[in-house]
C-alpha cells in the first residue's frame, strides 16, 4: 500500500525566508507525486506534481520540489515565502494506475508566516 | 461554473438522520471522485466513479455510505442514520481521462456536515 508521511504538523517562517516542508512516500511501484493547498474554507489546489520526468518540478506560485528516489522524498520549498503563502499544505501520492487514480495524502502541515 | 461545486456547503444534522450531499463537477470531466477530511487530517478516497460506473468504493467506511452517478455528470453521496464519527468535510474532485499523461483532479470546496 501506499503512503505519505508529512514531517511536521506545524511550520513557522518568517516573511522573507526559506520555505521548507517535508514529505516522504513509500510505493512498491513508480509513483507520481503531488502537493495540494488548502486555505481556510476552500478545497485544495495543485502546486505542482511529479509524474517520472525531471526530478526538479516547477509549480505554481514559486514553489518548486524536487524528487530523490534514493531517499524516498519529495520536499516542498520556496525561496522567499509572503504572507499569503499561509495555508495548509499536503502532499500525495499516486499509483500511476491510469484504471483508478485516486489520492492517498499526508496529514497535512500548517505553514505560519511571521511577519 | 469553471470549476466542481458542492451543495450544500453546511449541513447539520442530528445522529440518525439520513443526508445528500451533491457534487458538480467540470463538464465533460469522466472522473469524479470523494474524499473524506477529519479535523486535521488529511483527505481520504472513500468511492470513484468513471463516468457512471462506480470502479472503486473501497473507501466507504460502512454500508451507510452510498454514492451514485447515473448520467454520468453530477453524483451523490448519501449517508443514511447518521452517527457523530461522520462529522467532516466531503470534497468531491473531477479529473479528465489521463490518455497517457498523468492528470490533475480539481477539487469542489467541499461540504462540513456536522453532526448533532
Known amino acids: 500500500a501506499q503512503s505519505v508521511t508529512q514531517l511536521g504538523s506545524h511550520v513557522s517562517v518568517s516573511e522573507g525566508a526559506l520555505v521548507l516542508l517535508r514529505c516522504n512516500y513509500s510505493?512498491?511501484?513508480?509513483?507520481?507525486l503531488f502537493w495540494y493547498v488548502q486555505y481556510p474554507n476552500q478545497g485544495l489546489q495543485l502546486l505542482l506534481k511529479y509524474t517520472s520526468a525531471a526530478t526538479l518540478v516547477k509549480g505554481i506560485n514559486g514553489f518548486e520540489a524536487e524528487f530523490k528516489k534514493s531517499e524516498t522524498s519529495f520536499h516542498l520549498t520556496k525561496p522567499s515565502a509572503h504572507m499569503s503563502d499561509a495555508a495548509e499544505y499536503f502532499c500525495?501520492?499516486?499509483?500511476?494506475?491510469?484504471?483508478?487514480?485516486?489520492?492517498?495524502f499526508g496529514t497535512g502541515t500548517r505553514l505560519t508566516i511571521i511577519p | 461554473g469553471a470549476g466542481v461545486s458542492q451543495s450544500p456547503r453546511y449541513k447539520v444534522a442530528k445522529r440518525g438522520q439520513d443526508v445528500a450531499l451533491r457534487c458538480d463537477p467540470i463538464s465533460g470531466h469522466v472522473s469524479l471522485f470523494w474524499y473524506q477530511q477529519a479535523l486535521g487530517q488529511g483527505p481520504e478516497f472513500l468511492t470513484y466513479?468513471?463516468?457512471?460506473?462506480?470502479?472503486?468504493k473501497s473507501g466507504l467506511p460502512s454500508d451507510r455510505f452510498f454514492a451514485e452517478r447515473p448520467e454520468g455528470s453530477v453524483s451523490t453521496l448519501k449517508i443514511q442514520r447518521t452517527q457523530q464519527e461522520d462529522s467532516a468535510v466531503y470534497l468531491c474532485?473531477?479529473?479528465?481521462?489521463?490518455?497517457?499523461?498523468?492528470?490533475?483532479?480539481?477539487f469542489g470546496p467541499g461540504t462540513r456536515l456536522t453532526v448533532t
Open positions: 474532485a473531477s479529473s479528465s481521462p489521463p490518455s497517457g499523461v498523468p492528470y490533475e483532479q480539481y
Open positions: 510505493s512498491s511501484v513508480p509513483p507520481y
Open positions: 466513479f468513471q463516468n457512471e460506473a462506480q470502479l472503486d
Open positions: 500525495a501520492v499516486s499509483d500511476n494506475d491510469f484504471g483508478n487514480e485516486k489520492l492517498t
